[in-house]
């Protein structure tokens, strides 16, 4: 039987009088990508950051290793936001040097390794990196540590076909077998290959857990096609 690293339990939230998850329930199992689905504002950055510990949830639980979001669990979460984090005005050694100070899981060599493959300059500001060069210093952050659930919001938001292509391979290729991937998205053509399940968000509620391969095989379509088919506007 796979392990659960992550149980989410009956949760709901609203923000004043708008409810933005309504009963969530679902698992993320040891050792699989889990694509997060669902056109924008059906809550799940929400959820997203009721896992991370960034909120709390109306009603419900979530567990993370046994344990409510909290320390704890942070400790055990590498999380990459929707929005870029990073300070314009540091240098690319400096981000690297406090990731390592302030994370105990963080691999110092094999960030370095991931971004002398980029071919940056350590001397490099934030500031004076494209949009794309930056999501590809994010995420390179968030791989190097050695975490049990890494949780990518939007990790292919608003950059070119090429940079999608080395984010994807860069989290295949960077994640232990026992740890978890949660990524939250829009653009399933793009991230489609890389997904072991599928959970659709829509107005809030689960309408859909199924595997990649039997969600395709069942509807001889691609996980693209079935979406928009099934909750086009």
């Known amino acids: 039987m796979v392990k659960s690293i ?3 339990k009956n ?4 923000y004043g009088k708008k409810q933005v998850l309504k009963n969530v329930s679902f698992s993320i199992p040891s050792g699989k990508i889990i694509g997060l689905i669902g056109k924008n504002g ?9 896992i991370s510990g960034l909120l709390r949830p109306d009603q419900g ?13 942070k400790a055990l979460v590498s999380y990459l936001p929707e929005r870029t984090y990073l300070d314009r005005s540091m240098r690319v050694d400096e981000v690297l040097r406090y990731f390592r100070d302030f994370y105990k899981d963080f691999d110092f060599s094999k960030a370095n390794r991931l971004i002398c493959d980029l071919g940056l300059d350590l001397n490099m500001k934030i500031g004076s990196m494209s949009k794309g060069m930056q999501e ?5 952050l968030v791989m190097s540590r050695k975490a049990k659930l890494y949780i990518l919001d939007e990790p292919l938001g608003g950059v070119d076909p090429a940079t999608r292509d080395y984010i994807l391979d860069t989290i295949l290729s960077n994640f232990d077998e026992g740890s978890s991937i949660l990524i939250s ?4 053509a793009d991230i489609e290959r890389i997904l072991d399940e599928v959970v659709i968000l829509e107005e809030g509620e689960v309408k859909l857990i199924e595997e ?5 095989t069942g509807n001889n379509c691609s996980i693209d096609e079935y979406f928009r088919r099934t909750y086009a506007w």
Not at 11 to 14: C, D, N, P, W
């Open 212 to 216: 990649a391969d039997e969600l395709r």
């Open 42 to 50: 059906m809550g799940k950055t929400t959820l997203i950051k009721l």
């Open 185 to 188: 998205t829009h653009m399933i």
């Open 61 to 73: 639980q979530i567990r993370i290793e046994q344990e409510n979001p909290g320390p704890v669990s």
């Open 136 to 140: 590809k210093f994010q995420l390179i």
């Open 11 to 14: 949760v709901s939230k609203s």
């Open 6 to 8: 992550v149980e989410i």
